[in-house]
């Protein structure tokens, strides 16, 4: 199973990732260098394996052809700003583009959305949609 989870910052798509149970990709991690400046990523290795979870939504640095192609679901965490910013927030380590984006995602989640297959796209509005969501990966969707 390939799943890619998409959404703004502090919507919770690392904690998804972990409780899916399999091969996790933290896109952020491969991204920032250690002075926050981004890396080249070579897309094709990353989604080249067989099992896996991608999470990270990379605003201008983003290239999402290659991991809606491979993946069997992707989900966007479509959730409230209010709540993403609280999250994001908390974890207290975020920059003037970081929250540029989280605020400004709203616009871009059409043309997000419009790149994937409407059979693969798992659309969560509310964290309360989790659940349910865990169930259908548990039975191999």
């Not at 052809?65 to 910013?85: H, T």
Request: one cysteine or more; aromatic letters at 10%.
């Amino acid at each position: 199973m390939r799943i890619a989870i998409l959404g703004r910052g502090g919507s919770g798509k690392s904690t998804l990732a972990r409780q899916l149970g399999l091969p996790h990709i933290e896109l952020d991690k491969l991204l920032w260098g250690a002075d926050l400046t981004p890396q080249p990523l070579d897309w094709e290795s990353i989604v080249s394996g067989e099992e896996w979870v991608i999470d990270g939504d990379l605003g201008v640095y983003d290239n999402l052809a290659p991991r809606v192609a491979r993946a069997d679901a992707v989900v966007v965490l479509d959730f409230p700003l209010w709540l993403c910013a609280w999250r994001a927030l908390r974890r207290g380590r975020e920059n003037w583009e970081f929250w540029r984006w989280v605020i400004g995602y709203r616009r871009h989640l059409p043309d997000i959305l419009a790149q994937i297959p409407a059979e693969k796209l798992h659309h969560l509005r509310h964290p309360k949609d989790i659940p349910q969501t865990l169930k259908y990966v548990a039975s191999g969707w």
